[in-house]
């Protein structure tokens, strides 16, 4: 039975670093504009086609399942950083963000787009990569039940969970950290003491964007394919993971992403997979109705509701 248990504790690191990345870009976001943003889900799609391609050649090149895992992973940030440093042109102007719905409405346009580009560059189709480290694993365990830790998921989990260390110590180590937590007390006040929001919020969206990213690879390459459908169950669900642990708030976004593998999971192998979703997001809005502000978040007026 420890065997057994074990597993799932393994299933859980594994889902978790696959939700923790796309939820901690949420939360960033969250926290710098008080609005919903609803398209990150696409890009760590995006993400997801770029590292798959990026795979492809470097394995039709002959590189080690090493060196293709890693380059794919180059690309997939750069292509999420990329696509969240755009992105913050259009929705980071005045005009929009002093409008909660069309900030919101414009958002699933966005994913519309998105999700529209990719249907039409792959005809619809669903793409597969290779599995990396085929065969190889780095802990088993022989006893009732069979434990096993794949090379792959063991780097999936190193680089979600590594990607969150990184963005944290970015956040509380550094002055961009210190200028993005006064961001996220009062753009206003923060504007008044020489600090350029507007910056702040761009740089956010290109960190939250280069997260997605990461997510897509793991998406990719650690479950082995992209689809252009993806992107809004993903999002819904990152962003829902945000929002039950305490809305614009890191440590909410982990204790969400957290809550959000072990339900997956624990309902998985109690009940199976056919009413996970359902499940899972009943468990979700119960939550939100039992407590609005979220797991970790606190009852305090935001600048936005006081305006």
């Given amino acids: 039975m420890f065997e057994f248990w074990l597993q799932q504790f393994i299933n859980i690191l594994q889902l978790l670093s696959f939700y923790l990345p796309l939820s901690v870009a949420f939360a960033m976001i969250q926290a710098i504009t008080r609005r919903i943003f609803l398209s990150f889900g696409d890009l760590a799609m995006f ?65 519309i787009f998105v999700e529209e580009i990719m249907r039409l560059q792959t005809a619809g189709r669903d793409v ?17 039940y ?16 590594g990607a969150v260390g ?32 507007e910056l702040i919020a761009n740089q956010s969206f290109g960190i939250a964007g280069a997260l997605a990213g990461v997510t897509g690879w793991t998406s990719a390459i650690a479950f082995g394919g992209a689809s252009f459908s993806i992107g809004m169950m993903v999002g819904f669900k990152a962003m829902f993971a945000s929002v039950i642990g305490g809305f ?29 979703d359902v499940a899972v997001f009943s ?19 935001r600048e936005s509701e006081a305006e």
Avoid at 180 to 189: E, G, N, T
Wanted: include cysteine.
């Fill in 248 to 276: 614009g708030t890191i440590r909410g976004a982990v204790i969400g992403a957290l809550v959000l593998a072990v339900l997956e999971v624990c309902w998985s192998t109690l009940f199976g997979t056919t009413y996970r």
């Fill in 283 to 301: 468990i979700i809005v119960l939550v939100l109705i039992l407590r609005p502000q979220g797991l970790a978040g606190e009852n305090s007026e």
């Fill in 166 to 197: 990184f963005v944290w110590l970015l956040l509380n180590m550094t002055r961009f950290g210190l200028h993005w937590r006064a961001c996220a007390q009062s753009l206003k006040l923060t504007a008044l003491c020489g600090v350029n929001p």
């Fill in 128 to 144: 597969w990569v290779p599995p990396l480290f085929s065969g190889e694993s780095v802990f088993e365990l022989h006893g009732q």
């Fill in 47 to 111: 993400g997801s086609f770029a590292a798959i391609y990026i795979c492809f050649a470097s394995q039709l090149n002959g590189d080690s399942d090493l060196t293709a895992g890693i380059l794919a992973l180059i690309a997939a940030i750069a292509c999420g950083g990329a696509l969240g440093t755009v992105i913050a042109k259009i929705f980071m102007g005045k005009k929009l963000l002093q409008y909660p719905l069309a900030f919101m409405i414009a958002s699933i346009g966005l994913s």
């Fill in 146 to 161: 069979l434990v096993k830790y794949s090379g792959m998921a063991f780097m999936a989990t190193v680089v979600g969970i």
